[in-house]
């Protein structure tokens, strides 16, 4: 019994919850992105990779152009999440939700600018490319060995790794091999969800905006909060292993 809530605590750990919730936050920017423009992916890399292939294919040409640099933009922004995280927020392992703020807030700027706060209809493609740079930096959020532990928009990736924790459920593991991304996958449609809800009674500018205010409401418990438990504990860690060596030094001596 002891070892099976052992089980779930470490499925269940802070980061694990946290990453329900920025899974959410990416369906609702992704729901903020395509429903008020001509139904741009910014979450969807593999359709825009699928358009840029076959828009020619239809005489589309444009459509191609767009896809392509929407994915020039999300690797832009996972390029520079990377580079941030590896030099200027070492410490602060989930400040990658800066940038997509940052990006966010961009992305509307650029929208009033264009079409005003009141303007009805799909947006233009310019604000765009700033979201998707924001959802890029946003799945760098969770790293472990140098490589991203858990895509938070990569949906397929999160079927195939549930597929594959029913599997080991079934050959004798425990539900929390698929449980944590069936939940991870529940939460992106939460998001997605609430998202499409807004978009009811709220204008592409005004959504947009939203999205930035949720974003830094996220930023700021993942910057100052989740990682200062994440320093914490690991100062913690330190802190033991430190008091275990003196004491082993002692014995040495004595």
């Known amino acids: 019994m002891s070892s099976t809530i052992s089980r779930k605590r470490e499925g269940f750990d802070s ?6 919730v920025l899974a959410a936050l990416a369906g609702l920017i992704g729901a903020v992105a395509f429903t008020h423009s001509a139904g741009y992916f910014v979450t969807f890399m593999t359709g825009n990779t699928e358009r840029a292939a076959l828009a020619y294919f ?6 191609a152009i767009t896809a ?5 933009a999300f690797v832009g922004g996972v ?3 990377s580079l941030c995280r590896r030099h200027l927020w070492v410490a602060h392992p989930h400040g990658p939700t800066v940038l997509t703020t940052l ?6 700027t650029d929208c009033i600018a264009t079409h005003g706060w009141s303007a009805t209809g799909d947006l233009s493609f310019e604000p ?12 760098t959020s969770f790293v472990k060995d140098g490589e991203v532990s858990t895509p938070l928009s990569y949906v397929t990736g999160t079927l195939v790794k549930m597929g594959q924790g029913i599997e080991r459920h079934i050959s004798g593991g425990s539900a929390t091999a698929w449980l944590g991304y069936v939940l991870l996958y529940v939460s992106f449609i939460i998001g997605a969800t609430i998202g499409g809800s807004i978009s009811l009674v709220a204008n592409g500018s ?3 905006a939203i999205a930035t205010i949720v974003c ?3 930023a700021g418990y993942t910057y100052f909060h989740a990682d200062h438990r994440v320093l914490l504990n690991g100062s913690d860690r330190g802190r033991r292993s430190r008091l275990s060596l003196q004491r082993m030094v002692r014995k040495k001596s004595s």
Do not use: K, Y
Not at 58 to 63: S, Y
Not at 68 to 72: E, F, G, I, K, Q
Not at 103 to 108: G, K, P, Q, R, V
Not at 128 to 139: D, R, S, T
């Open 206 to 208: 005004q959504m947009l």
């Open 128 to 139: 765009i490319p700033f979201v998707a740079f924001g959802i890029g930096a946003l799945n």
């Open 103 to 108: 990006s966010l807030a961009a992305a509307t």
């Open 58 to 63: 239809r005489d589309q040409p444009w459509l």
């Open 216 to 218: 830094t409401l996220t």
């Open 79 to 81: 390029v520079v999440a």
């Open 68 to 72: 392509v640099l929407l994915l020039t």
């Open 15 to 20: 980061e694990t919850r946290l990453s329900w």
